[in-house]
């Protein structure tokens, strides 16, 4: 992250005497990422995060990948799917995936958790297409709705509370830390005046919530292929304080502000985030190239070295046919795509779009799951001839 957050009470320094109204220490946490080299926050506790009234039996947890599927063009057609499960875990459905990165689609009926849940083994960006809500951590409250990209480092502990019965979302597991970009950022981290998106657009946690109460408090951890089942005495949101530059934090895809010119950009202009291994890029309401002999249809295009995703949030894209709000498409590396037929011609002329995609462009091969070939379009691949 690229700024400091302070929330609650903390003592004066670091690794020192921090005492609670009884005389009792304050159990401090230091939550880092890369060892001791990468951003971190302090958390102080009421009871030590150590501390485990019981471990259950661990569970099976994950996805295959069809890593024999033919070489070709894919549209995954989930735009008329309306549930993916009841609970905040088995509503997950994990479409496509590599060793660096998933997407998962989440519509659950559930509009609550009773339980909490960790990531141990990986970063996750939600991306929230229908719903609204609140996400709650050891970091505090932090508000969610339609539009928002949710950023949680791996091992908060969380739970969603949706206040919308309609819900609807991506789940992007990352094995390595989620980033803001790299070339938007100065020696120091700031965003930069060309970045399409500043600090002002970044919301972290509004309030803390200190949880004080004793009882049976039930956390879902998954690392390594499992589902491993803790259960403490005391609430994970039994902080007093913390700060850092770790925390969880949310960006409107609203807010990013897209970089036009007069003739068609190409997509890292839309890169609003950044990690080993893919980017993610965010296609926005725009206005199109002002050269006059202008094509604002995007051009063949020949993945030499990266596999592309889009997923289809809201709006007309030009370039395409047949697809729907909460599609999917993937054009793998080897294979050349682009507009469809009639589709270049027709947009000499417009001058803007209102579409909105989120695009996840992989540089090594991404694949589709066993549960996500239900959804594949079997006329897709044929779909640029006329």
């Known amino acids: 992250m690229a700024f400091y957050v302070r929330k609650g009470n903390i003592p004066p320094k670091r690794h020192t005497q921090f005492r609670q109204p009884d005389g009792s220490l304050y159990a401090e946490e230091l939550v880092s990422s890369l060892g001791f080299s990468g951003i971190y926050s302090n958390l102080y506790h009421i009871n030590p995060p150590t501390r485990v009234k019981q471990i259950k039996k661990s569970v099976a947890y994950g996805a295959k990948p069809d890593k024999d599927l033919t070489l070709q063009q894919v549209h995954l057609n989930t735009s008329g799917v309306k549930n993916t499960g009841s609970d905040f875990l088995d509503s997950r459905k994990v ?87 790299s070339r938007y950022r100065n020696d120091l981290g700031q965003l930069l005046e060309h970045s399409p998106y500043c600090e002002r657009d970044i919301h972290p946690p509004q309030e803390l919530i200190t949880e004080e109460t004793k009882g049976d408090y039930h956390v879902k951890i998954k690392k390594g292929g499992y589902i491993h ?50 980017v993610i890029c965010s296609f926005v ?90 959804f594949m379009d079997k006329k897709y691949p044929m779909s640029w001839t006329e």
């Open 285 to 374: 309401p725009r206005l199109f190239d002002y050269h006059p002999d202008a094509i604002p249809a995007p051009y063949n295009h020949s993945n030499i070295d990266s596999d592309e995703v889009l997923y289809y949030v809201e709006g007309n894209f030009m370039s395409r046919k047949g697809i729907d709000r909460g599609s999917f498409t993937l054009h793998p590396g080897g294979l050349p795509h682009g507009p469809h037929p009639g589709t270049v011609e027709k947009s000499i002329g417009a001058k803007e779009t209102e579409e909105l995609a989120v695009m996840l462009d992989t540089f090594r091969p991404l694949y589709v799951t066993e549960e996500g070939k239900e």
């Open 95 to 181: 479409l496509l995936m590599n060793d660096d990165v998933s997407m998962a689609l989440c519509m659950p009926s559930r509009q609550s958790m009773d339980y909490y849940y960790k990531n141990a083994e990986a970063d996750e960006l939600l991306f929230i297409h229908d719903g609204s809500g609140y996400m709650y951590s050891q970091f505090g409250k932090l508000k969610i709705q339609a539009g928002d990209y949710v950023v949680i480092p791996r091992t908060t502990i969380y739970k969603l509370e949706w206040d919308t019965s309609e819900i609807r979302y991506l789940v992007i597991e990352s094995a390595s830390p989620v980033e803001t970009v």
């Open 229 to 278: 089942h803790y259960v403490y005495d005391h609430s994970p949101f039994d902080l007093v304080g913390w700060d850092g530059f770790l925390y969880p934090y949310t960006l409107s895809i609203h807010d990013f502000e897209p970089i036009t010119g007069r003739i068609h950009q190409p997509p890292p202009v839309h890169q609003t985030f950044q990690a080993a291994g893919y």
